[in-house]
């Protein structure tokens, strides 16, 4: 809902869908410092800038253990959406990540970063046209 950005207090919130003109926008994330769990971002297409997706400070939520982005139509076909993916980085205390609809050819630098040491379970689904994977063996827990 519209506003949500206010319960900067909120601990848990499972969907978080991006509207394209009213409605939350991806930064109001960035309010809420205690979110922890598992998160599923919705609807990335519809984020207008890099700045906004940087807003979410995703990177700060180190008890926000498990996200799953997801796009559709569009996400990952430009370059500024690649840069989008690549300022979502999150905490590296991430254990499960979830990459649904992402019509990028390259994967953010940060999936492969060796800090992501935690990670247990990567899923990628509808990514067609994504030739290459990350170096994924320097994830020693994947």
Partial sequence: PEGIGKLSSLQTLTDFLVSKNQGPNIGELGRFVNLKGHIRISGLENVAAEADALAAKL??????????????????????????????????NLRKLGIIGYEGGRFPDWICDVVFCKLEVLHLQGCPNSVKLPALGQLPSL
């Fill in 59 to 92: 990177s700060a939520k180190e008890h926000l253990d498990d996200i799953v982005f997801e796009g559709r139509e569009s996400f990952g076909a430009n370059e500024q959406s690649v840069r989008l993916l690549q300022a979502l980085k999150p905490h590296t």
